[in-house]
C-alpha cells in the first residue's frame, strides 16, 4: 500500500510488516504483530491513514503509529458489535471518516476517530443475520466507486446503501471477489474466475489472453 508520504507498506504471512521508503531506497522490518501465544500473525489487509496505519490480520485489526517511537502498535481490535469472534480481517478501508473492515464473520465500521475503539459497543457489524442483505459473511475486499462502498464476498460483490445501512446484491455469485478497484471511472473486480468491469448495471469479462491463469 502507497502512504502519499513516499512510502510502500508490505504485509507478510509470518507477522512482518515491511516499510520501503523510495526516497532514500531504504527498509525498515516491523515485527510487533504476534498474539497472546506469541504466535506471529497473518497481515492480510493495509490501509494508511495519515500518521497511521490500519493493519488487518489473522486476528483483527491493529491501528499501527508509524512516527511513536519510530513506529508501534498504538491499539488492536479484535471484538466487534454485531460480529462474532475470533475473526480475521481480510480489507480496510477509510470513508467518510469511517474505518471499514472486511472480515471472515461480516462487515464492520466505526468513527476513525473515536478514542474507544477498544469497546466493541462503538463498532456496528453487519453479517448475513443482520437482515442487511447479505447472503455470506465472508469479506474479502472492500472499495469505492461512484462515492459508494462496495464489498467483495465469497459469493459475488455488495453495493452498500448508506440511508439504511443496507446492503445490495450486484452480481457475479459463485466468485470469489479477491479485490474492487476503481481505475478511470471504472469498477473492476478480481475475481475466482478472472476480471470484471462494471458498467450499466452489467459486469463483463474482461479479456485474460496472456494471463497463466484466470483464477
Known amino acids: 500500500a502507497f502512504d502519499g508520504q513516499n512510502t510502500l507498506w508490505f504485509g507478510s504471512s509470518n507477522g512482518k510488516l515491511s516499510r520501503f521508503d523510495s526516497s532514500n531506497q531504504s527498509w525498515k522490518i516491523y515485527n510487533q504483530f504476534v498474539d497472546q501465544n506469541s504466535q506471529k500473525l497473518r497481515l492480510l489487509s ?7 496505519i490500519w493493519v488487518g490480520h ?4 491493529s491501528l499501527f503509529d508509524r512516527n511513536r517511537n519510530g513506529g508501534e502498535i498504538k491499539e ?4 466487534f458489535s ?9 480489507a480496510c478501508l477509510v470513508w467518510k471518516d469511517q474505518i471499514w473492515i472486511g472480515t471472515s464473520a461480516g462487515i464492520a465500521f466505526a468513527d476513525r476517530n473515536d ?4 469497546d466493541p459497543s462503538r463498532w456496528t457489524g453487519i453479517n448475513k443475520n443482520s437482515g ?3 447472503s455470506n459473511d465472508s469479506i474479502f475486499s472492500l472499495g469505492l466507486w461512484q462515492d459508494t462502498l462496495w464489498g467483495g464476498t465469497k459469493s459475488g460483490v455488495f453495493r452498500f446503501n448508506s440511508q439504511d445501512t443496507s446492503f445490495t446484491f450486484s452480481g457475479l455469485g459463485g466468485l470469489k471477489i479477491r479485490d474492487l478497484e476503481n481505475l478511470n471511472g471504472i469498477l473492476y473486480a478480481a475475481t475466482s474466475a478472472g476480471v470484471y468491469s462494471y458498467s450499466g ?3 463483463t469479462l474482461v479479456n485474460s489472453g496472456g494471463l497463466a491463469s484466470a483464477n
Open 46 to 52: 493495509i490501509f494508511p491513514d495519515g500518521d497511521k
Open 58 to 61: 489473522s486476528q483483527g485489526v
Open 76 to 79: 488492536n481490535y479484535q471484538s
Open 82 to 90: 454485531g460480529l462474532i469472534s475470533p475473526l480475521s480481517i481480510q
Open 115 to 118: 478514542f474507544n475503539l477498544l
Open 132 to 134: 442487511k442483505g447479505l
Open 201 to 203: 448495471g452489467v459486469w
